[in-house]
């Protein structure tokens, strides 16, 4: 359930960058707000895919699933910290509250209890697999409102005027995307 619908999340999430493509297009340095908005939510819905692919596997044992896993939390969490570090970098647009709570915080969470899952899967099987649901619909329901920010966010900001690029005096036009 969580890998097809993780699967669909991110076809979506392509049709809607193809459709906004000319609005994006007209910000100010569009490239910092799809690496810091868009990308991450497209990998949250890759991660659940992957993590369900490699629950549904039929394995021997339970190492090889599990080094996979913590290797997935591991990658995971040095992205969201990327993530956060440019986040905090941005010129184009200043991070509210929000922002670093489904951006940063909750996904950095998910991909932290995925590594530990990983680590301990064939210890503690049970209780680890429980963890692992919940960071796998965590990551996904970060997804789902991560995408619906970046398109309502699209669709109700109007495109910057051509000098308004270089004469924002506070610097907090976004750059979501």
Known sequence: MMGSSAAALTGL????????????????????????????????????????????????????????????????????????????GLTSYRAEIDDWIFYSILPCVAYVVTLVSGLLLAHFTRIVLFALAGATFLLVFIGIRNAWDVVTYLAIRPDPEPDEESTSASGSESAKA
């Open 13 to 88: 999430m392509f049709v809607v960058i193809t459709l906004v493509t000319d609005s994006i297009r007209s910000r100010p340095r569009p490239e910092d707000g799809l690496s810091t908005f868009s990308t991450p939510t497209v990998y949250h819905f890759c991660a659940a895919l992957l993590i369900s692919g490699i629950a549904l596997a039929p394995w021997h044992s339970l190492w090889v699933p599990g080094i996979a896993i913590a290797l997935l939390g591991l990658v995971g969490t040095v992205y969201i910290a990327r993530i956060a570090l440019r986040t905090w």
